[in-house]
């Protein structure tokens, strides 16, 4: 018992701290109904088979085919929700008739014909023991990340405990909320999100605690998977270069700490003779960098950080000027530079096209950043005095992060919505329209059901259940678009140097002036047009569906386009007009009256027989010539 107690580094309270962390853990897994290959899980997935195969980030057909033969060992392919893509990558991986930067999904050929992801390969590689553990006892390779981001989790909370210069309670206290923060939700995704989080925050705790070459190693390696956390390591070591002066063996020590973060460009200009693959594709813009943007990464009620650590952020920016008040009589200072680091982590990952893309709960790069705040607001709040009220403060958080998820988890069904807008964010719409304007592709995406930045189908807009409109999203270029709404354009000219653009793209709140012109019975009529056309493009889009639409219109002796706005109304629960029904169908209504009816269905019957002719012409004939008679 002696030795086992000197071997083990921690003490019986954090032990079962840390036996509490694996138990939640586990628990989380187990809650998955399955294991689902969410975001940019294929090229994950396939760079670790490409590792296990040949220990290598080249993917190969052969990486692919063994990904297939793994998972099919315990599973049907068609289980795979992405089974259709991970094929469509197979077929590209197989040619080699191709050039440099021709690319499919997001693998791209390199100068010698290679095929790389156009994400790093840091966090593929880290899943290797995973993956070889997944040869010995079969299992869902997918499953093989949650694994990974199992011992992350755990390995972070050992190294919080095990150095952590506070009392047993708060630590354990902060690495329970280091499990209901942000890596919640992402916990079982095939990505990188519970990697950078565990990285950074391990990172920015060590730094605290003096540590501060490993800190920002760590954080380094944590920004190899998000390179706009780059801006961290860089600015934490401006702070050792002013502790430990300028000289030959710190700068030494910094720049290898930091050298991780150089990686990823190097490794893609070496293959591709540029250093990012997503900035390449066009995905990146400086453009996209706005006030709503940064403000909304924390604020926005459909995916920023307040939805996932509501307390923990008002109270971090509460507890930050608090300091900055105080900062002359403070001892240490230099993590002041973590929120201004922090706003240009926001500025980075802002210039990115698509600002609503697959998530859960929170915008993913909502986590990286989330750990930082969350380690930060952990030590500013030790620095108050009164002892009672930092522990009782430090419950009341807990608490709050535990009943969010169960809010959002709903205690069974994991929220994986991208384009469903927060209960929250339609109350405020309905109630207090002004309030909520976030960026124009969260506004599209959510409420106009994916159209997100076309501009000739704008304006999109909020509706309430009676047909009111309390908010448009209107295109510069498409203005008069509005016109189809009710409003003439003498007023939209008005407007429209009252409006404050974003990318062109500007919000119109329909004032009670505004709302005297929208007729809602229109309005709904116009609403439930444009949800059954987008309906009818969904239809298209599945070819066994859309033949079954083509079979049914025969069938009814209508229009193919009858037949689709017909379906589509009924997915989307609206009552369309009752239309007169066609001879085809008069005749089958009464072919089933027939038959329901025990005595004329004799008759037909003994009529069949008698002319030698089959039952259902007879039938049919019959029914015919009722209807005829009945329309004369």
């Not at 540590?211 to 390696?221: E, H, Q, S």
């Not at 250093?275 to 995916?303: E, M, P």
């Not at 704008?458 to 409003?487: A, D, R």
Request: with cysteine; charged share 20%; hydrophobic share 45%.
């Amino acid at each position: 018992m002696f030795v086992v107690k000197k071997m083990w580094p921690l003490d019986s309270i954090k032990t079962f701290f840390l036996i509490l962390i694996i138990a939640l853990a586990i628990i989380r897994i187990k809650s998955e109904p399955k294991a689902y290959p969410t975001g940019d899980a294929i090229e994950y997935t396939l760079m670790t088979e490409a590792f296990y195969n040949h220990f290598g980030p080249e993917v190969k057909t052969s990486d692919y085919e063994s990904f297939k033969q793994t998972f099919t060992r315990t599973n049907k392919w068609e289980e795979n929700e992405k089974a259709s893509y991970y094929d469509a990558v197979g077929a590209f991986l197989q040619k080699v008739d191709l050039k440099n930067l021709d690319y499919n999904y997001a693998f791209f050929v390199d100068k010698q014909g290679r095929k790389y992801s156009a994400h790093f390969w840091f966090y593929s590689l880290l899943n290797l023991p995973s993956r070889y553990l997944c040869a010995i006892v079969p299992f869902n390779p997918i499953l093989i990340f949650h694994i990974t981001n199992l011992l992350l989790i755990v390995v972070s909370c050992f190294v919080f405990l095990k150095t952590s210069k506070f009392d047993f309670i708060a630590t354990g206290i902060f690495c329970v909320l280091f499990f209901y923060s942000t890596n919640y939700w992402y916990f079982c995704w095939p990505h990188p999100e519970v990697f950078t989080v565990s990285f950074a925050s391990m990172g920015l705790w060590l730094f605290f605690h003096e540590k501060r070459y490993t800190g920002i190693l760590l954080i380094a390696i944590a920004a190899m998977q998000n390179q706009p956390l780059a801006t961290l390591p860089v600015i934490l070591s401006l702070v050792v270069l002013f502790e430990n002066g300028i000289n030959i063996k710190n700068l030494a020590k910094l720049f290898f700490c930091c050298l991780p973060v150089l990686a990823p460009p190097v490794f893609y200009f070496l293959h591709y003779g540029t250093t990012n693959l997503i900035g390449y594709q066009g995905a990146l813009s400086t453009d996209h960098i706005t006030w709503t943007r940064v403000f909304g990464f924390f604020f926005d009620i459909n995916q920023g950080m307040i939805l996932a650590l509501p307390l923990i952020l008002l109270a971090y920016f509460a507890l930050y000027f608090r300091k900055l008040l105080k900062l002359k009589y403070e001892e240490t200072k230099w993590d002041m530079l973590i929120l201004p680091a922090l706003l240009i982590i926001v500025c980075g990952a802002s210039t990115i096209d698509n600002w609503n893309h697959g998530q859960a709960v929170v915008n993913r790069y909502v986590t990286y950043v989330g750990g930082i705040v969350l380690i930060h607001f952990y030590f500013l709040l030790t620095e108050v005095g009164n002892t009672k009220l930092k522990k009782g403060f430090l419950v009341l958080v807990v608490i709050t992060q535990i009943l969010t998820v169960v809010y959002y988890q709903k205690g069974e069904k994991f929220d994986w919505s991208t384009n469903q807008p927060k209960a929250l964010s339609n109350w405020v719409l309905s109630h207090v329209p002004k309030l909520y304007n976030p960026d124009p592709i969260i506004f599209n995406s959510r409420y106009a059901g994916g159209i997100e930045m076309d501009a000739s189908e704008s304006p999109s807009y909020f509706m309430k259940e009676n047909g009111e409109i309390t908010k448009f999203l209107t295109h510069k270029k498409h203005m008069s678009n509005l016109q189809k709404f009710g409003l003439s354009q003498k007023q939209i000219d008005s407007l429209t140097p009252q409006l404050s653009f974003i990318n062109d793209w500007a919000y119109v709140d329909v004032d009670d002036a505004l709302k005297a012109q929208l007729s809602t019975k229109k309005l709904k009529q116009i609403d439930n047009k444009r949800r059954i056309e987008k309906q009818i493009k969904t239809i298209k889009a599945v070819p066994d569906w859309y033949e079954a639409i083509k079979k049914k219109a025969i069938e009814k002796g209508i229009t193919e386009e009858s037949a689709l706005i017909e379906d589509a109304a009924f997915v989307l629960k609206i009552d369309l007009p009752q239309r007169e029904k066609t001879m085809k169908e008069k005749i089958t209504e009464k072919i089933t009256e027939i038959k329901k009816n025990t005595d004329w269905l004799k008759t037909i019957t003994e009529k069949s027989i008698k002319q030698g002719i089959a039952l259902d012409s007879v039938m049919y004939e019959d029914a015919k010539w009722i209807i005829e008679q009945e329309t004369k």
